[in-house]
């Protein structure tokens, strides 16, 4: 298929920018739904008469919809393929966020929130497969870069939009507005999106072959048909496998969930700093969060034109091929920087300091997080390779999970604990996985050749560079 006009591989370069951009903007519009409802708690506590918590469960919700649509939706792409699963699925997420602002049953609420994650969670998880569908391996860098920016930005924009929507016109302006968001997007999906999945398109055309030749025709490089049965059995089972038998997965899983969680954890601080403490209005108290986001944008820039030179050293270093652990330093540097940021708004956040300086600190929160999430992330990948979509399905549940749950205790402990000490505890437990990057990054090789499926990508990784 090297020279096949229906090779996502050869479409032109404005077809897969075309793509790319209305995956992006998907991607963007379900990062604002997982993180924008977050402003409207204080009306959904008077309106249902329930406290903060069950209030919260309605963000909390949506993240955990995410976590149960990586083992189950992410899998069936290499059954149907990637563009009905799109359709059905993002078509699915518009009608859910637009049917919230309807119903008036708080339960109902948050069961709708948790399916409308679990719709949205397939835009999101299968979009670097996508990426890698269309672009060839020294392009999808700067497209991954461009996804991440787009994913980040919405959940860091999101409780901005929403924050001024909820104050103006009560919660239910906020579903009205994602649905609004989002249907101008599947429609555009509906007309331009193609299937990009190889496999799938190679069994079209043989079952094309066979209707008109009228007898069975195979394709090279594709084996039997995928079950739904076989495809849930990998993507339910694998990833707990990985994640309990290979300590390296089991680690930067928990370090990647402290830094997810960590970024809902504010969605709930910082309109308890800005908004209840500070006496900000609701709006003006979430833009604070552009300075998170401004260090997203600088982390982004550093990658670009920083790390990817250095990175290429070390690949002619070796001969085309680093090392795992080459990916590493960018974690480190996050590592070091997002503690700092931490502890550097913990300690100003009173009414007492200038507020500029507490917004401050959120860039190096921003940059110290996309750092983390970016090079662990690609860490992962090439530890682990033909594993690779079972380790970060592993990391998703996981981080879903602590995404959900962060945000369900920060309004106790900030009663509990002020607004210094409550702040200091995600610092804390940043803090703590800074030897383990050290260590992996040192010994990194060794542990992934004492463990299953890191030895056996290490083989095949060895294999494919010819054992150079």
């Given at each position: 298929?090297?020279?096949?006009?229906?090779?996502?591989?050869?479409?032109?370069?404005?077809?897969?920018?075309?793509?790319?951009?209305?995956?992006?903007?998907?991607?963007?519009?379900?990062?604002?739904?997982?993180?924008?409802?977050?402003?409207?708690?204080?009306?959904?506590?008077?309106?249902?008469?329930?406290?903060?918590?069950?209030?919260?469960?309605?963000?909390?919700?949506?993240?955990?919809?995410?976590?149960?649509?990586?083992?189950?939706?992410?899998?069936?792409?290499?059954?149907?393929?990637?563009?009905?699963?799109?359709?059905?699925?993002?078509?699915?997420?518009?009608?859910?966020?637009?049917?919230?602002?309807?119903?008036?049953?708080?339960?109902?609420?948050?069961?709708?929130?948790?399916?409308?994650?679990?719709?949205?969670?397939?835009?999101?998880?299968?979009?670097?497969?996508?990426?890698?569908?269309?672009?060839?391996?020294?392009?999808?860098?700067?497209?991954?870069?461009?996804?991440?920016?787009?994913?980040?930005?919405?959940?860091?924009?999101?409780?901005?939009?929403?924050?001024?929507?909820?104050?103006?016109?009560?919660?239910?302006?906020?579903?009205?507005?994602?649905?609004?968001?989002?249907?101008?997007?599947?429609?555009?999906?509906?007309?331009?999106?193609?299937?990009?999945?190889?496999?799938a398109l190679l069994r079209q055309?043989?079952?094309?072959?066979?209707?008109?030749?009228?007898?069975?025709?195979?394709?090279?490089?594709?084996?039997?048909?995928?079950?739904?049965?076989?495809?849930?059995?990998?993507?339910?089972?694998?990833?707990?496998?990985?994640?309990?038998?290979?300590?390296?997965?089991?680690?930067?899983?928990?370090?990647?969930?402290?830094?997810?969680?960590?970024?809902?954890?504010?969605?709930?601080?910082?309109?308890?700093?800005?908004?209840?403490?500070?006496?900000?209005?609701?709006?003006?108290?979430?833009?604070?969060?552009?300075?998170?986001?401004?260090?997203?944008?600088?982390?982004?820039?550093?990658?670009?034109?920083?790390?990817?030179?250095?990175?290429?050293?070390?690949?002619?270093?070796?001969?085309?091929?680093?090392?795992?652990?080459?990916?590493?330093?960018?974690?480190?540097?996050?590592?070091?920087?997002?503690?700092?940021?931490?502890?550097?708004?913990?300690?100003?956040?009173?009414?007492?300091?200038?507020?500029?300086?507490?917004?401050?600190?959120?860039?190096?929160?921003?940059?110290?997080?996309?750092?983390l999430y970016m090079s662990l992330?690609?860490?992962?990948?090439?530890?682990?390779?033909?594993?690779?979509?079972?380790?970060?399905?592993?990391?998703?549940?996981?981080?879903?999970?602590?995404?959900?749950?962060?945000?369900?205790?920060?309004?106790?402990?900030?009663?509990?604990?002020?607004?210094?000490w409550a702040s200091s505890v995600?610092?804390?437990?940043?803090?703590?996985?800074?030897?383990?990057?050290?260590?992996?990054?040192?010994?990194?090789?060794?542990?992934?050749?004492?463990?299953?499926?890191?030895?056996?990508?290490?083989?095949?990784?060895?294999?494919?560079?010819?054992?150079?």
């Amino acid at each position: 298929m090297d020279n096949d006009p229906a090779n996502p591989l050869c479409f032109d370069k404005g077809r897969k920018w075309l793509n790319a951009m209305i995956l992006a903007i998907a991607v963007w519009t379900v990062s604002i739904a997982s993180s924008g409802f977050s402003q409207g708690n204080t009306d959904i506590e008077t309106e249902f008469d329930v406290d903060g918590t069950i209030a919260l469960m309605v963000t909390s919700a949506f993240v955990l919809g995410f976590a149960a649509g990586a083992l189950v939706l992410s899998p069936m792409s290499e059954v149907f393929g990637r563009k009905s699963l799109y359709l059905y699925t993002y078509a699915a997420f518009v009608v859910l966020s637009g049917v919230i602002g309807l119903v008036h049953s708080i339960e109902l609420v948050i069961f709708l929130r948790f399916l409308g994650g679990l719709a949205g969670s397939f835009t999101q998880a299968v979009a670097p497969a996508v990426i890698a569908d269309m672009f060839a391996t020294n392009e999808r860098g700067f497209v991954l870069a461009f996804f991440t920016l787009a994913g980040l930005m919405g959940q860091m924009l999101g409780p901005i939009f929403c924050g001024f929507l909820d104050a103006a016109f009560g919660w239910r302006s906020l579903a009205v507005f994602i649905a609004c968001l989002a249907a101008p997007t599947w429609i555009a999906m509906m007309c331009t999106f193609p299937e990009t999945y190889a496999p799938a398109l190679l069994r079209q055309r043989a079952a094309k072959m066979e209707a008109i030749l009228g007898k069975p025709h195979l394709v090279d490089g594709v084996g039997e048909e995928k079950t739904v049965a076989s495809q849930l059995k990998v993507g339910a089972i694998r990833p707990f496998l990985l994640l309990f038998l290979e300590p390296i997965v089991a680690l930067l899983t928990l370090f990647l969930s402290v830094v997810q969680g960590t970024m809902f954890l504010l969605f709930a601080a910082y309109p308890i700093v800005f908004q209840q403490t500070r006496g900000w209005h609701q709006g003006v108290a979430s833009l604070p969060f552009l300075a998170v986001a401004l260090g997203i944008v600088i982390a982004l820039f550093y990658s670009a034109l920083f790390d990817q030179k250095r990175y290429a050293k070390v690949v002619d270093k070796n001969q085309g091929r680093a090392p795992p652990e080459a990916r590493l330093p960018p974690a480190m540097l996050g590592a070091i920087c997002l503690p700092v940021g931490l502890f550097w708004f913990a300690w100003t956040n009173s009414p007492s300091t200038f507020w500029l300086i507490s917004v401050s600190a959120g860039v190096f929160i921003g940059f110290g997080m996309v750092l983390l999430y970016m090079s662990l992330t690609n860490y992962i990948v090439d530890a682990y390779l033909g594993y690779a979509a079972s380790a970060l399905a592993a990391t998703t549940v996981v981080r879903s999970g602590a995404a959900a749950a962060f945000p369900l205790f920060t309004s106790t402990m900030y009663d509990q604990l002020g607004i210094h000490w409550a702040s200091s505890v995600p610092g804390f437990m940043s803090v703590i996985f800074v030897p383990a990057l050290l260590a992996f990054y040192k010994w990194g090789h060794i542990i992934r050749s004492k463990t299953r499926f890191a030895a056996e990508a290490a083989r095949l990784a060895e294999a494919m560079s010819g054992g150079k």
